[in-house]
């Protein structure tokens, strides 16, 4: 532990610094009684959860329909190189899952570095 330098006033000193204060503590707390204080009303409260509820929603629709047009998308594309294509399809089944296991790998790795 350190070693605190401490300052002794005289005690007139000390008792008017005190007061003093004590005294601008009181002012101070005096003006913050004097502000007045709005507590908003139940039906507040309820209108902002439910805007918050609609907001929610709506925008899980949203990521919700374009999750499934962008799998549509995909899966279109796949049954038409499939019927097309097979050989296309039988690559892209084959790169895929070794696509994946390298990109997790590689992903631990880094994060394994990252945290020695």
Do not use: C
Request: glycine share 4%; proline share 3%; net charge positive.
């Amino acid at each position: 532990m350190k070693k605190q330098k401490v300052v002794i006033l005289g005690n007139e000193k000390q008792n008017k610094h005190d007061l003093d204060a004590i005294h601008k503590l009181q002012e101070g707390l005096g003006k913050v009684d004097q502000f007045p204080v709005y507590t908003p009303d139940l039906e507040w409260f309820e209108k902002i959860v439910l805007t918050e509820k609609e907001n929610s929603r709506k925008k899980f629709v949203k990521e919700l329909s374009l999750f499934l047009m962008i799998a549509l998308f995909i899966l279109s594309g796949i049954i038409v190189s499939f019927y097309q294509m097979p050989v296309v399809f039988i690559l892209i089944q084959l790169i895929t899952p070794i696509f994946i296991g390298y990109y997790t790998l590689t992903r631990f790795n880094k994060k394994v570095k990252i945290n020695e």
